[in-house]
């Protein structure tokens, strides 16, 4: 992380232990607003204000539980702004396992939830989805989880119960093959010209505003965007491949053409037929985890 003085030891052993935490606080952001992209930008304002914390959030536990607590207040916004809500009346806590003893039901269900696809989350109410995320998904204690999300032990027991009834139903019903869908000819030009290396085609492409995210890096807009393909100029052996990654359409990159499958993603916005912006995930392949693929046929 360039924002992060690399000088300072203390500040390094900083940007480390925030960089350990990042990959399972996208597992659980990702899940809870139904999108690995949505949940990396919730990531990156967690990281950001973490960052802006230095000084006050030196020890480890209390960073990690600051994290999720701020990620998950902000993954709300993102759903309300999305208008994205479902409440219903909590009813009585459910019988449940001791989960320092889980029974087998209890771990088959843990193994359901991890095998669900990220975007199948978003279709349980909020608390149930936090619930079953938390402690499936991520493993933390119910005590922990009560903390997060503010309720009893046996609020989180109910939500948990629930949620795992819905999330069957939900896995039941699913297809058991994706829907196949057309590429657009704009996300496939581009991979064209970048698998032809014909970096002044696609520069000729970004507006004079381009924006490039690169995750652990400060975004750059304009000019210095373009810089963007003199990077990948370096690495011959990367190709791209049109996607789909949970129901988005994004282009897979391969760091070599002998990879089967992809290192991470990129996420075009174009605005009349020019680029507007570059989601470059290289530097957090952990985004990918658990997320639905669909490759081009020929990739």
Same mark, same amino acid.
């Not at 990690?64 to 207040?73: D, K, Q």
């Not at 058991?176 to 696609?202: G, H, K, T």
């Not at 004079?208 to 370096?234: C, K």
């Given at each position: 992380? $360039? ?148 309720? $009893? ?30 590429? $657009? ?70 760091? $070599? ?43």
């Amino acid at each position: 992380m $360039s924002e992060i003085a690399a000088a300072d030891p203390d500040q390094a052993a900083f940007r480390d232990l925030i960089g350990a935490i990042r990959p399972e606080l996208h597992r659980y952001c990702a899940r809870l607003t139904g999108s690995v992209i949505d949940g990396e930008d919730v990531v990156q304002d967690a990281v950001a204000r973490a960052l802006a914390s230095y000084g006050t959030l030196r020890d480890g536990a209390a960073l990690r539980a600051w994290l999720f607590r701020i990620a998950h207040n902000r993954a709300l916004d993102l759903l309300r702004e999305r208008a994205v809500r479902a409440a219903e009346p909590l009813e009585a806590a459910s019988d449940m396992a001791d989960e320092e003893r889980p029974d087998p039901l209890d771990q088959l269900m843990r193994q359901e939830a991890l095998a669900t696809a990220i975007s199948r989350f978003i279709e349980l109410p909020t608390a149930q989805r936090s619930a079953v995320i938390l402690k499936d998904v991520l493993g933390h204690r119910l005590d922990d989880i009560a903390g997060l999300l503010d309720l $009893s032990i046996d609020a989180v027991k109910a939500h948990l119960a629930r949620g795992r009834a819905r999330l069957r139903e939900i896995n039941a019903r699913a297809p058991a093959e994706p829907i196949r869908r057309a590429y $657009s000819a704009a996300n496939q030009l581009y991979v064209d010209l970048f698998n032809r290396r014909d970096w002044d085609a696609l520069r000729t492409l970004l507006t004079e505003d381009v924006r490039l995210n690169q995750a652990t890096h400060p975004i750059r807009t304009g000019v210095s965007a373009g810089m963007f393909f003199t990077i990948y100029a370096r690495h011959p052996g990367v190709r791209l491949a049109p996607a789909w990654l949970d129901g988005e359409e994004v282009i897979a990159v391969f760091e $070599s053409g002998a990879d089967s499958m992809p290192h991470h993603f990129m996420r075009i916005d174009w605005c009349d037929d020019r680029i507007a912006a570059i989601r470059d995930f290289r530097y957090v392949p952990y985004v990918m985890e658990g997320a639905d693929l669909m490759l081009d046929d020929g990739a």
